[in-house]
């Protein structure tokens, strides 16, 4: 059974912080990431995609990706309460399809 | 807004009903799926179309009928469906499917409750 981890939340800080979501995966076949967002009865929206060993930067976040460890994660700085929602981590394998972890629910405290 | 574009946003219906929920993207992606999402819970995937072939079907009762008349275009036909799929529909499409390490793009989903 292939797995994807995220600690479920919530997750709060303080607003212009930096937040850190974390994500463990159990194929190491795996071969590339992406990090969804979604607000509380929306549909999920991708912010990043990342697929080789390192950081990956786009405005205010940054996936972090280590396939030896089996690990990415997404730091977003200078967190804002609009960002606050469920962070969903995907992973994908060749010839599989996407695997979703629970996600991890955000709350930035203005 | 999205690019994929799904219909209706919401969507109530008896258990004896049939209705379908709809799905169109014209991004000129080759895959679509239907994911069902439980409230607290991740997307959980149903089908995948991949060149217009159903190319997985996730054990998903007979009461939901896929379609995919074009690849543009996905159906989900429902019928006879209980209480507990009661959920939101998300539709996503992706540019190839299987052996396609790009990203998904979902749909606003369709939010539906059975009575």
């Known amino acids: 059974q292939k797995e994807v981890e995220q600690n479920s939340g919530p997750l709060s800080v303080p607003e212009g912080a930096i937040a850190s979501l974390n994500c463990t995966y159990s194929?190491?076949?795996?071969?590339?990431f992406f990090w969804y967002r979604q607000y509380s009865g929306k549909s999920p929206e991708l912010i990043m995609s990342?697929?080789?060993?390192g950081d990956k930067e786009d405005g205010r976040f940054t996936a972090q990706l280590n396939k030896a460890s089996q690990y990415v994660s997404l730091l977003i700085r200078d967190s804002q309460p609009s960002d606050s929602a469920t962070y969903l981590c995907?992973?994908?394998?060749?010839?599989?399809?996407?695997?979703f972890g629970p996600g991890t629910r955000l709350s930035v405290l203005p | 807004d999205t690019e994929v574009t799904q219909t209706p946003k919401h969507l109530v219906m008896g258990m004896t009903n049939k209705k379908s929920l709809k799905c169109e993207q014209h991004?000129?992606?080759?895959?679509m799926y239907w994911y069902k999402q439980k409230a607290k819970k991740p997307p959980e995937l149903m089908f995948v179309?991949?060149?217009?072939?159903?190319?997985i079907n996730e054990s998903v009762p007979s009461r939901f009928s896929p379609e995919c008349p074009n690849s543009s275009l996905l159906n989900l036909h429902l019928h006879a469906l209980q209480p507990e799929d009661s959920a939101l529909y998300l539709c996503?499409?992706?540019?190839?499917?299987?052996?396609?390490?790009?990203?998904?793009?979902f749909g606003d989903g369709t939010r539906l409750s059975i009575l």
């Open positions: 996503a499409s992706s540019l190839r499917g299987q052996g396609d390490n790009q990203p998904q793009h």
């Open positions: 194929d190491r076949g795996s071969q590339s």
């Open positions: 990342i697929y080789s060993n």
């Open positions: 995907a992973v994908y394998n060749y010839g599989q399809n996407f695997v």
């Open positions: 991004m000129g992606h080759r895959a």
């Open positions: 179309y991949s060149y217009e072939k159903l190319s």
